[in-house]
Each structure stands twice: as C-alpha cells, then as structure tokens.
C-alpha cells in the first residue's frame, strides 16, 4: 500500500500515527510504500480496506 493511501483512510498523518501508536514523524520517514510490517497492522486496523502489497507481502521484514 502507498504512504498518501494509508494517510487519505485515516485523515492525516495525526490520525494515522495515533491509529498505530506511533509519533506523526515516523510517518513522516516512511517512503512511498508503507513499511511491509506497518502495512500488515493498517489491513488489520482498516479490515482489509487497505491490502499490504504482493512486494510488502514479500519482504515482511523490512523495518517499520
């Protein structure tokens, strides 16, 4: 999933880093996909609305 994808579904990057217990400049960091691991926690938080992509799905080690 995108960074600005996961940002537009919770409203801002404020309401996302509260989402995930994180601070709004871990966000900030991130690149344009999502971290693999942040990207598995968002499909769980949004239900599957937001899908963690097939290159998230293979590096889940990749740092969040």
Request: charged share 25%; no cysteine.
């Amino acid at each position: 999933m995108k960074t600005k994808d996961a940002i537009k579904h919770f409203g801002n990057k404020a309401k996302l880093a509260k989402a995930l217990n994180i601070s709004k400049s871990a966000i900030t960091q991130w690149p344009d996909d999502v971290p693999a691991l942040r990207a598995f926690q968002i499909e769980r938080l949004t239900g599957g609305q937001l899908k963690a992509t097939a290159l998230q799905l293979a590096n889940p080690e990749q740092a969040a």
